[in-house]
């Protein structure tokens, strides 16, 4: 079993569309998540922490249950600009990050 | 400001042959990784230097993989002995700084090495 899982997708959305991505980890010992974008052959690049409080950046909301060992993020009204691959990642601890392999979301008009 | 530079950005090598990579990273970032993503894959952790303690290698798959980091800035990878398998993107990420098991500070990551090898 890996670490870090998320669905793969991809999620074909339209455009106004509000999506929600899952992510779970394994290790109950994680210290800090995140989330982050990559775009087709670009690098990885930090989209938001998650946060026990939960946490909203914009139309991004990302929310972690550490009793479940559970994260998640929101997208509302999506834009065709928010098509990439989000990986969700974990902090084993002293900055070690385990990503998970991502889930491709496709924003269509 | 300048990101982190990788170079060289691709590299197609035959089966056998050395290879090495250079990161640069951001000018004043203590810490450094690099990680590897093969095709459809997540990022998999290969090493990580801090300042000037000892590396943690616990990520390399192989002893075909070595990596320094020369002046506490930039790091070459290297790979002896090429295989077909180690065709993947090499990614390199650096941050201000880790203080331990708590901290985390941003990883920006460079565009990475797009590896084939033949």
């Known amino acids: 079993r890996k670490e870090v899982e998320q669905d793969p997708g991809p999620f074909n959305v339209p455009e106004g569309a509000t999506v929600a991505f899952n992510c779970t980890y394994s290790n109950s010992a994680s210290q800090s998540f995140f989330w982050y974008r990559q775009d087709c052959r670009k690098e990885p690049k930090l989209l938001m922490s998650?946060?026990?409080s939960g946490n909203e950046d914009g139309r991004f909301t990302a929310q972690l249950n550490r009793a479940s060992q559970y994260i998640s993020l929101l997208i509302r009204d999506s834009k065709l600009s928010d098509s990439a691959t989000y990986l969700c990642v974990v902090n084993r601890g002293y900055n070690k990050l385990i990503f998970g392999a991502g889930t491709r979301l496709a924003v269509h008009p | 400001g300048a990101g982190v530079s990788q170079s060289p950005s691709n590299k197609v090598t035959e089966k056998g042959k050395d290879v090495e990579l250079r990161c640069d990273p951001i000018?004043?970032?203590?810490?450094l990784y690099w990680y590897r993503q093969s095709l459809g894959q997540g990022l998999e952790f290969l090493i990580y230097?801090?300042?000037?303690?000892?590396?943690?290698k616990s990520g390399l798959p192989s002893d075909r993989f070595s990596a320094e980091r020369t002046g506490g800035s930039v790091s070459t990878l290297t790979i002896q002995r090429t295989q077909q398998e180690d065709s993947a993107v090499y990614l390199c990420a650096s941050s201000t700084r880790t203080s331990g098991g708590s901290s985390t500070d941003t990883q920006y990551f460079g565009p990475g090495t797009r590896l084939t090898v033949l």
């Open positions: 998650v946060y026990s």
């Open positions: 230097f801090q300042g000037n303690s000892a590396p943690d």
């Open positions: 000018s004043g970032h203590t810490a």
